[in-house]
């Protein structure tokens, strides 16, 4: 077993990443911005699983919050064998009703980041031949939506590019693209869920496991449940932007919860 270091880990999908890979037997280090909910997770985690547990308060929207988990990755006497990068929020509102800076937070947590921390923990793993990195990305990458899309469109077409080019090298990469997905998400962007029909929930657990059964079959692009691996089917054949006007109605309808 190895240590996996998992970003956004006190909350939903990233909390659901470290109480399985904790069952699973891996130590963990948790990163995310809250210091008192991270210690919590922290400690229950070792509690009920019996693993070593390390927390790293960072906002990845900073520099120093990026830095400060670059330097964590890049400690070879405390190697890191599985990288989750799960951080991330949603913006809500359409483009020009979000503030620029936000977009520009989003841009460095769900961009910068990913290819910072990945970048600091893949020589380190293919020097050992051995390492797994899952990029949480999301089906909004295969649907044309402002910065969210855009941002989780990138992390995909980076993913699936660096897995091509360390193929062979024992290390694994893999873009994970949920659907709408039970956590703290919508209700942090303030985002109205009427509209999401009861269909169209996954839960965190589920989304987790089909990642690495994925991640273990050597996948590098994961869609969890068959709906949305149709949904994607479909985006996929549409002409671009073919599901933008969709999209774009749905979070006029946000706006207006
Ligand atoms: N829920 C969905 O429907 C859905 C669907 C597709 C993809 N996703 C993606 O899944 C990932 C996880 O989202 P979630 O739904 O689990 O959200 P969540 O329940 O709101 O959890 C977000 C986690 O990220 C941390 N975080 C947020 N901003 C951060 C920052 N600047 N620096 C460090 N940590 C930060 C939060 O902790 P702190 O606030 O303490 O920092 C929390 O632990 C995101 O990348 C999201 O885009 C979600």
Known sequence: MTTALITGATAGIGAAFARRL????????????????????????????????????????TEAGIGAVEERLWDGERPIG???????????????????????????????????????AVPGMRERGFGGVVNVASVAAFVPRGTYGASKAWMVNFTLGAARDLAGSGVRLLALCPGFTRTEFHQRAGMGTRNI?????????????????????????????????????????????????????????????
């Open 197 to 257: 029909p009861a269909w169209g929930w996954l839960s965190a657990e589920r989304v987790v496991d089909e990642a690495l059964r994925d991640l273990a079959r050597g996948r590098s692009l994961s869609v969890p449940s068959r709906r949305y691996k149709l949904v994607v089917a479909i985006a996929r054949l549409l002409p671009a932007g073919g599901l933008g006007g969709l999209s774009s109605k749905a979070a006029r309808t946000y706006r207006a919860d």
């Open 22 to 61: 904790a069952g699973d037997g891996h130590d963990l280090v948790l990163v995310a911005r809250d210091t008192e909910r991270l210690t919590a997770a922290a400690a229950a985690l070792a509690d009920r699983f019996g693993v070593r547990t390390e927390v790293l308060t960072a906002d990845l929207a």
């Open 82 to 120: 599985i990288l989750v990068n799960n951080a991330g929020f949603g913006n809500k509102g359409a483009y020009l009703s979000v503030p620029l800076e936000q977009e520009l937070d989003m841009v460095k947590v769900h961009i910068e980041a990913v290819l910072r921390l990945t970048t600091a």
